[in-house]
């Protein structure tokens, strides 16, 4: 099993839709996530991080099921300006600080 | 929040060349950085820990003479590709931790195309 696994996508939405990405784990182990997005041909940009309480920020609310080992982000009232790819980040168990990026979920907000 | 640079942006060169990319951490010292890979619609893959006064550390896979790291000050690190071929055409990112669990400075990223 891959350390960190998303759905590709491209998930395709109208604007002002709410739409949810799930991002599984591996290593039960692990205690904090990031929730990044990534412009075409751009570094990755942190968006959220997703501890045991969950995370909300204004539209974009993050949360963690340790039970089934899978962290979620949810956009509500979307914008076309959410149009990116979503990156799931996790502890890689190989060393202090090191992540393991998931392949990314590729989010299209249509007029 | 802390800034991470890069340099070139991108880079163009023949087969053969060997190609220095900069990473510099611009308000804050790392005595750790880390070095990534990105193809395109492909996730960010790590290659290298880069550690300041000591060797790099390589991901499995990874061949460390020809990914040339130096981690030279507590500011700077740079990646070497020696003798470039096509496929190591990348986007190549480097990242910097912070002070949070796992937080992560990235820097904008050089795009390598080797001819």
């Known amino acids: 099993r891959k350390e960190v696994e998303q759905d590709p996508g491209p998930f395709n939405v109208p604007e002002g839709a709410t739409v949810a990405f799930n991002c599984t784990y591996s290593n039960s182990a692990s205690q904090s996530f990031f929730w990044y997005r990534q412009d075409c041909r751009k570094e990755p940009k942190l968006l959220m991080s997703?501890?045991?309480s969950g995370n909300e920020d204004g539209r974009f609310t993050a949360q963690l099921n340790r039970a089934s080992q899978y962290i979620s982000l949810l956009i509500r009232d979307s914008k076309l300006s959410d149009s990116a790819t979503y990156l799931c980040v996790a502890p890689n168990s190989g060393g202090y600080q090191k992540v393991t990026f998931g392949t990314g979920t590729k989010l299209q907000v249509i007029p | 929040g802390a800034v991470v640079s890069q340099h070139p942006s991108w880079v163009i060169c023949k087969s053969g060349t060997s190609v220095k990319i900069e990473c510099r951490s611009l308000d804050f010292q790392a005595t750790t950085m880390f070095w990534y890979r990105q193809f395109p619609k492909q996730s960010l893959m790590l290659m290298a820990t880069s550690n300041e006064g000591s060797k790099a550390t390589y991901e499995q896979g990874v061949e460390k003479d020809k990914f040339l790291i130096n981690h030279a000050s507590l500011t700077l690190s740079t990646l070497t590709v020696t003798s470039a071929h096509p496929e190591d055409s990348s986007f190549y990112i480097c990242?910097?931790?912070?002070?949070?669990?796992?937080?992560?400075?990235f820097g904008p990223g050089t795009r390598l195309t080797v001819l």
């Open positions: 997703v501890y045991s």
């Open positions: 990242s910097a931790p912070g002070q949070g669990m796992n937080e992560q400075f």
